[in-house]
């Protein structure tokens, strides 16, 4: 049985749990930054990873090189840390 502590150490040197959590985090800080307009910012958070995560980082990232589960996943993070905020906003 591994100890919290290799957890830990070992989800911190995961390139993909750290892109997510920045993707996640960013996202929410500007929802959570122009709260008064939540949506409209989730909404172009929304359009804005769609363009960067499927055509700019399919087309530009090449070394390594992206897979569609790659793009699926920062994707999900972009929309998840844009669309969780808002149930706090309205509540």
Excluded: N
């Excluded at 989800?11 to 959590?21: E, H, M």
């Excluded at 769609?50 to 699926?72: H, V």
């Excluded at 996943?73 to 972009?78: G, M, N, Q, Y």
């Amino acid at each position: 049985m591994r100890s919290i502590s290799s957890l830990i150490a070992e989800l911190g040197q995961s390139i993909q749990f750290v892109a997510a959590c920045a993707h996640f985090f960013a996202a929410g800080y500007f929802v959570m930054l122009f709260h008064k307009h939540a949506i409209w910012v989730a909404l172009i958070i929304t359009g804005a990873a769609s363009i960067k995560e499927f055509w700019f980082d399919a087309k530009y990232e090449t070394s390594p090189p992206q897979t569609f589960t790659d793009e699926i996943e920062d994707w999900t993070s972009w929309i998840v840390g844009a669309w969780l905020p808002i149930i706090w906003i309205l509540k």
